[in-house]
């Protein structure tokens, strides 16, 4: 994780480890992500291998069922890292198509997930090292110098996840879900993120 902080604000960068598990699930089941935010597919790829395990009659239900898991994972506070417990999975007793799915795939998952984490804090590093981090700190000073005040109190969380579209999520009053690439565009990132700071301060 990465943190900054000024006069009154601070925001943190980080993966997310049972969101980019989900993900997976999602991708990997061809499950198809409506609702707000309909977040893109992941990168590298995930097949939809087991996508042909779900009966036709089932994936509608599965769909519902995953949608909920998201929605607890999106807003749910330590309960998030209680929900994965094989072999069983206990915690979706009342979504069994989606535990099923899990039993079956869990080990994939979560090897997949850690690959992504190892990556990730290498992506962090370098764009620490590129100077990339001080963009976001130098619209907070911008916008500090419109208001002619310092910023009120504010903690943004961004969570950085392998996403295949450069581009943001507002998910919360404080949180985004972004490209964990977005960063290399110094624009498009700009773009996305100067309205959250404007709304936010």
């Known amino acids: ?28 089941a061809g499950i198809e992500h409506r609702g707000a935010p309909e977040i893109a597919p992941l990168a590298p ?18 769909r519902q069922e995953w949608q909920d898991w998201w929605h607890r994972i999106l807003h749910g506070g330590p309960e998030v890292e209680a929900m994965f417990a094989p072999p069983g999975f206990p915690y979706f007793a009342d979504s069994p198509t989606l535990q099923r799915l899990l039993r079956a795939h869990y080990g994939s998952a979560l090897s997949w997930s850690r690959d992504r984490l190892a990556e990730y804090n ?24 419109e208001l002619e005040r310092d910023p009120r ?4 969380k961004l969570l950085e996840l392998p996403l295949a579209e450069r581009r943001a999520w507002f998910v919360d ?19 996305f993120l100067e309205p959250v700071i404007r709304f936010l301060l």
């Open 153 to 156: 109190s504010m903690h943004l």
């Open 1 to 28: 994780m990465y943190e900054f902080r000024g006069e009154g604000w601070q925001v943190s960068a980080q993966s997310h480890g049972p969101m980019l598990l989900a993900l997976y699930v999602r991708d990997l």
């Open 122 to 145: 290498q992506i962090s590093s370098e764009h620490h090292a590129s100077g990339r981090r001080r963009l976001l700190e130098e619209m907070i000073a911008e916008r500090a110098l």
């Open 173 to 191: 009053p404080d949180t985004v879900i972004l490209s964990q690439d977005l960063s290399r565009d110094a624009s498009l990132y700009r773009s």
């Open 45 to 62: 790829l995930v097949k939809p291998r087991a996508a042909a395990e779900v009966p036709e009659y089932r994936t509608a239900e599965l």
